[in-house]
Nanobody, 126 residues
Framework: QVRLVESGGGLVQAGGSLRLSCAAS????????MAWFRQVPGKEREFVAA????????YYADSVKGRFTIYRDNDNNTLYLQMNSLKPEDTAVYCC???????????????????WGQGTQVTVSS
């Protein structure tokens, strides 16, 4: 199973930017469909963004479209999430997720992924 470790979270003012990283180890990273989800206490985990194994196609939740960018570096086994124009409602624990699959996937579904990181906290102050 691939191991995932997130970093890059922190406290930022509204309108600011952060870049999250997800370092993968243990398996061939380029075989994995990757995604970011986020969770607020008391709420269900929600889809943020996903990217195919090659990085050629990406998908976004409507709430982050135009502000967030997901990308990956397969040579360095790392997934990224560039977050710009942050809003207080973006405050959450952000987790990366992986699925060893090169076909099409229900990328916005938690059940589609079988490996998860522990998460990194992002707090956006108003």
């Amino acid at each position: 199973q691939v191991r995932l470790v997130e970093s890059g979270g922190g406290l930022v003012q509204a309108g600011g930017s952060l870049r999250l990283s997800c370092a993968a180890s243990g398996r061939t990273f380029s075989n994995y469909y990757m995604a970011w989800f986020r969770q607020v206490p008391g709420k269900e985990r929600e889809f943020v963004a996903a990217i195919t194994w090659s990085g050629g196609t990406s998908y976004y939740a409507d709430s982050v479209k135009g502000r967030f960018t997901i990308y990956r570096d397969n040579d360095n086994n790392t997934l990224y999430l560039q977050m710009n124009s942050l809003k207080p409602e973006d405050t959450a624990v952000y987790c990366c997720a992986a699925k060893a699959y090169r076909g099409s996937l229900k990328y916005d579904q938690i059940s589609a992924f079988d490996a998860w990181g522990q998460g990194t906290q992002v707090t956006v102050s108003s």
